[in-house]
């Protein structure tokens, strides 16, 4: 799988929206951009992914590069809920069944 | 709909012991993966299984971990002897059998201590 690079930790406060960036310039045509997030004491868990286009869900927002080598992954009003580590992965569509590959993420800090 | 269930939560075993940990996956779901988080690092794959089956147990320790899934349903972990190193959060996911996109659904985890 090619390789992501996120910041190391972020900071926000409460109810402001937050912007988390993911660079993977050596993106496939084929591959699909992941995020996953992790609370504390807790298993990851399924944010959003996209492959070109903008995607929306409850939880974010994901916005692609038109080159797709970048990524940012959008809370809209962060909450102190959303205090966790979170995970950009690309993820081949020839390799869906395979697992997944976490980089060290970034690491959310929510301030009420 | 029920998420994966992992137990224990929690263990504190010496070192050269043995331990098991167990996951039950989501009703329905043929792919079972067990991943190693070790503390500040984000989760390793460690094996993978589709039903019954191992898919992938390439960066499985084979001399001290062993991974079962008999009735291609629950599944059972087991590292004989622990060493120091093994200390970690197990985690378990699942994920449907025909699923172009791959979501996998995490248990909880559980915290092995090697003292």
């Known amino acids: 799988d090619a390789k992501t690079t996120q910041p190391n930790s972020m900071e926000s406060n409460e109810e402001e929206p937050v912007h988390l960036p993911c660079n993977h310039s050596?993106?496939?045509?084929?591959?699909?951009i992941h995020w996953y997030r992790q609370l504390p004491s807790q298993g990851p868990e399924y944010v959003i992914h996209?492959?070109?286009s903008n995607v929306n869900n409850r939880m974010a927002s994901l916005a692609i590069a038109e080159d797709r080598k970048s990524s940012t992954l959008i809370l809209h009003r962060a909450t102190l809920r959303d205090a966790a580590v979170y995970y950009c992965?690309?993820?081949?569509?020839?390799?869906?069944?395979?697992?997944?590959?976490f980089g060290k993420g970034t690491t959310l800090s929510v301030s009420s | 709909e029920a998420g994966v269930a992992q137990s224990p939560r929690y263990k504190i075993i010496e070192k050269r012991q043995s331990v098991a940990f167990w996951c039950n996956p989501i009703?329905?779901?043929?792919?079972l993966y067990w991943y190693q988080q070790i503390l500040g690092q984000g989760p390793k794959l460690l094996i993978q299984?589709?039903?019954?089956?191992?898919?992938?147990d390439s960066q499985l320790p084979k001399d001290r971990f062993s991974a079962e899934r008999l009735k291609g349903v629950d599944s059972t972990l087991k590292i004989q002897p622990a060493k120091l190193e093994d200390s970690a959060v197990y985690l378990c996911a699942s994920s449907p059998m025909v699923s172009s996109y791959n979501e996998q659904f995490f248990g909880p985890g559980t915290r092995l201590t090697v003292l």
């Open positions: 992965i690309l993820r081949d569509l020839d390799q869906a069944g395979t697992a997944l590959i």
């Open positions: 299984f589709q039903n019954n089956g191992v898919v992938d």
């Open positions: 050596t993106i496939s045509g084929t591959d699909y």
């Open positions: 996209g492959l070109t």
């Open positions: 009703s329905g779901h043929a792919t």
